[in-house]
């Protein structure tokens, strides 16, 4: 097994990949990380190369056309959008309606023309909640086609994507840390094939509160709390837990027990 760490979308990238043949994996590994950097051209808001940075730049005025994929990441949004009743929300400062169940979207999409059009003056877009989960689901889709079944793919210390398993056999293992206190361990998970993501609203040693917004409110989140979740997929687990911190507890629970699958596992903190 090999280690492999990149940084890249302001967060440290890191993979553990199974195999005999270290030269291969060292290959894999660069050809993953200029998909890693491929998409952070496409996905950042920071960076004024990138294709959101240029969306959230120019259309407020006229229709955006965009590529292809991101077309398809901002059409899987407003999908997530409508399932979590409009609690996970990519677009930050819209004054639209509070209390409307979903909220109307922020902006319009014309898959004829495959543009994008902001429907008010001060949206900005930011993938943050999406961009890791979606990283790492590519990631695990390219190592299959290099036939590279165990690997454990970590996306700073919230995202992570569990493949296989170890070259023992045994399962990968997250531990869940509390979040006032990085050290102390609440639980552990065994992750095997399965997305996990791991949110708080303030972070261990921090007093500063997060960036986690209730879309529905148009406020910040200050309750302190944390939640994580177990997931098939990396995305569908970070998409989750940005939107069930912003539910608050008792409305997050409810939703996984009426919306989630068995393939789902949540907790709260």
């Known amino acids: 097994m090999r280690h492999f760490v990149h940084t890249a979308m302001a967060t440290r990238l890191e993979m553990w990949l199974c195999g005999d043949d270290e030269a291969l994996l060292r290959s894999v590994a660069f050809q993953l990380w200029a998909e890693v950097d491929r998409l952070e051209l496409m996905m950042s808001r920071h960076d004024p190369r990138a294709e959101i940075a240029r969306v959230n730049r120019e259309a407020h005025e006229r229709p955006v056309r965009v590529e292809i994929e991101l077309f398809d990441v901002l059409q899987d949004c407003l999908a997530w959008s409508a399932f979590t009743d409009g609690y996970f929300d990519i677009a930050f400062g819209s004054n639209r309606p ?55 793919l970590q996306s700073g210390t919230s995202s992570i994507l569990a493949l296989g398993s170890k070259e023992d056999g045994s399962p990968w293992i997250v531990d869940i840390p509390h979040y006032l206190d990085a050290e102390t361990v609440l639980c552990s998970r065994a992750l095997c094939n399965q997305g996990f993501s791991y949110s708080a609203t303030v972070s261990a040693g921090d007093s500063h509160p997060s960036d986690i917004v209730n879309p529905r409110e148009h406020r910040a989140v200050t309750d302190l709390a944390a939640c994580w979740m177990v997931s098939p997929t990396a995305l569908q687990a970070e998409v989750l837990t940005t939107a069930l911190l912003a539910m608050g507890e008792e409305k997050a629970t409810r939703f996984v027990l009426e919306r989630a699958d068995r393939s789902m596992e949540m907790g709260w903190i």
Request: aromatic share 10%; net charge negative; proline share 13%.
């Open 98 to 152: 509070k209390h409307a169940s979903p909220p109307p979207p922020p902006f319009e999409l014309d898959p004829e023309a495959r543009t994008i059009h902001f429907t008010t003056p001060d949206v900005e877009l930011d993938l943050g909640g999406y961009g890791k989960g979606y990283t790492l689901d590519r990631i695990a889709g390219m190592l299959a086609s290099y036939g590279i079944e165990s690997a454990f």
